[in-house]
């Protein structure tokens, strides 16, 4: 559902600090709205070495799970919310050092997907309610999963060389290619499969927007508005007419980040207010602008990765709510969101800082 960690660098234009709110082709100033009801709490995680988390998912309000990295990107790290505590989960044996991302269809029904160690490391695992196993993938290098309204996953990947972006879907005990191959410097990075035949996938395209979606027989390149093509780096899809993504415009003084909605007939573009004043040239990830996720009521939450702000979107205006103890020691990190089911709660989960790891919660 989320936008995984990418081992392979984008070039960027020049940042420049752009607040506002972008309508269309409308520029207008940015407007704050009240505080949702609720609020941020932090649960700090110990006895872990160098841990990162890169995707956290959560079928129910009490049941979610968080993966990553410990151990200096070593080996893998899999956490399980129960019964109120956070708790580490066994990989099995050969799996990939970091998992980059996590998606549920249930409690007994969760995948995971993980890069680096090598071509023979395994690099997507399934959770049956007992055990985690260990399941060989067609790529290298996953990106993201998604689990579809019938409890199929779906991936997207590519080679470690960039070459053979696809999507797949997992039938009869294997990854099934769908038919979307990218070739001439695309990649895919972003998946939301809400049924069989409501998919939608993101990425950067090699020419047009990085956004794809599939009603079941074939895929179609989307055209959001805008003077310059949309990388896709994250997709929340709540129903046919309920679609939110979080893109980065490649234009020239690289405005920052938009949220972009799909109403079922027409994308509406928002500027994101967060500063983007930075130099940056190259983004060594495709987690460094964080992610968006559900508030369960109409709105979307963001975390930048650049501010100690959660960021709330009302589908009007924005609220900034200061992140629970300002984030894990210098620039705060949040790499994933993940609504709590149907719920208004959200985690947030990102890298730690040394020996310390924390996990956000709203509700």
């Known amino acids: 559902m989320r936008t995984a960690l990418a081992r392979r660098t984008a070039p ?16 207008t100033g940015t407007a704050l709205a009240d505080a949702p009801s609720g609020a941020w709490t932090a649960t700090e995680i110990t006895g872990l070495t160098a841990p990162a988390l890169y995707g956290v998912t959560a079928p129910g309000r009490e049941r979610a799970w968080a993966v990553g990295t410990q151990s200096s990107a070593s080996a893998p790290l899999i956490l399980s919310y129960r019964h109120g505590a956070w708790t580490p989960q066994a990989a099995p044996a050969g799996t990939a050092p970091v998992l980059v991302d996590v998606a549920s269809g249930g409690p007994s029904n969760v995948w995971a997907v993980g890069q680096g160690g090598g071509d023979a490391t395994a690099k997507s695992l399934h959770w049956n309610g007992r055990a985690w196993k260990a399941v060989a993938y067609p790529r290298t290098q996953p990106m993201a999963v998604s689990v579809d309204s019938r409890g199929k996953a779906w991936s997207v990947g590519s080679n470690t060389d960039g070459s053979g972006a696809g999507v797949f879907r997992r039938t009869g005990g294997t990854w099934t290619d769908k038919g979307l191959a990218l070739t001439g410097g695309g990649m ?47 997709i929340v899809a709540l129903s046919p007419k309920d679609v939110w993504f979080y893109t980065l415009p490649q234009d020239p003084l690289f405005s920052g980040p938009d949220l972009v909605h799909w109403d079922g007939t027409a994308f509406t573009v ?55 103890g300002g984030g894990t020691g210098g620039a705060p990190q949040v790499y994933d969101l993940a609504q709590a089911g149907r719920t208004a709660s959200v985690w947030g989960v990102g890298p730690g800082a040394g020996d310390r790891l924390l996990i956000d919660r709203f509700r």
Do not use: E, N
């Open 270 to 324: 928002t500027k994101t207010p967060s500063p983007y004043g930075q130099v940056r040239t190259f983004a060594q990830d495709v987690g460094f602008l964080g992610d968006i996720a559900s508030d369960g009521r109409g709105g979307v939450w963001l975390q930048d990765s650049r501010t100690a702000y959660y960021r709330h979107f009302d589908g009007t205006a924005w609220t900034d709510v200061p992140r629970p």
């Open 12 to 27: 960027l234009a020049l940042a420049a600090a752009v607040a506002g709110t972008l309508t269309g082709a409308g520029l």
């Open 188 to 234: 895919l990075d972003a998946l939301a499969a809400r049924t069989p035949k409501d998919v939608w996938a993101g990425g950067l395209g090699s020419s047009g927007d990085g956004l794809w979606h599939y009603d079941g027989t074939a895929w179609t390149q989307m055209d959001i508005p805008g003077d310059w093509p949309h990388w896709v780096l994250q």
